[in-house]
Nanobody, 118 residues
Framework: QVQLVESGGGLVQTGGSLRLSCVAS????????MGWYRQAPGKQRELVANITRGGIPNYTDSVKGRFTISRDNAKNTVYLQMNSLKPEDTAVYYC????????????WGQGTQVTVSS
C-alpha cells in the first residue's frame, strides 16, 4: 500500500508564493512520474506538473515560468514551488504517483487547499 501525504497549502494574496510537499510512504524511485494535479470547484481535475524518475519536469502551459516541481529521492518527497500566484490557481492540489506493474497504477494524496485572494 502506498500513502501520499501533502502539506503546504493555505491562503495567500495574488502574487504570493507557496511550497507544497508530498511525502510518500515508500521510496519514490519506484514511481514514474510523480506530480501534482488540481481541481477547482465545478471543474475537472487537471495536471499541473509532473517529474520523471530521471528528473525531467513537465508543466501545463498556465503555470510555466511560475511553478517549479522537484523531487528529493532521499526524503521520498516531491515539491511544488508556486510563485506569482493568481486567483485562478485556487484549487485543491493533489499529489499523484504512477507505478507501472503490468498496468498503470495511480496513487493519490488526500489533497491540500490552495486559495489565492485578489
Amino acid at each position: 500500500q502506498v500513502q501520499l501525504v501533502e502539506s503546504g497549502g493555505g491562503l495567500v494574496q495574488t502574487g504570493g508564493s507557496l511550497r507544497l510537499s508530498c511525502v510518500a510512504s515508500r521510496s519514490i524511485l519506484m514511481f514514474d512520474p510523480m506530480g501534482w494535479y488540481r481541481q477547482a470547484p465545478g471543474k475537472q481535475r487537471e495536471l499541473v506538473a509532473n517529474i520523471t524518475r530521471g528528473g525531467i519536469p513537465n508543466y501545463t502551459d498556465s503555470v510555466k515560468g511560475r511553478f517549479t516541481i522537484s523531487r528529493d529521492n532521499a526524503k521520498n518527497t516531491v515539491y511544488l514551488q508556486m510563485n506569482s500566484l493568481k486567483p485562478e490557481d485556487t484549487a485543491v492540489y493533489y499529489c499523484n504517483a504512477v507505478w507501472f506493474v503490468l498496468r498503470r497504477n495511480d496513487y493519490w494524496g488526500q489533497g491540500t487547499q490552495v486559495t489565492v485572494s485578489s
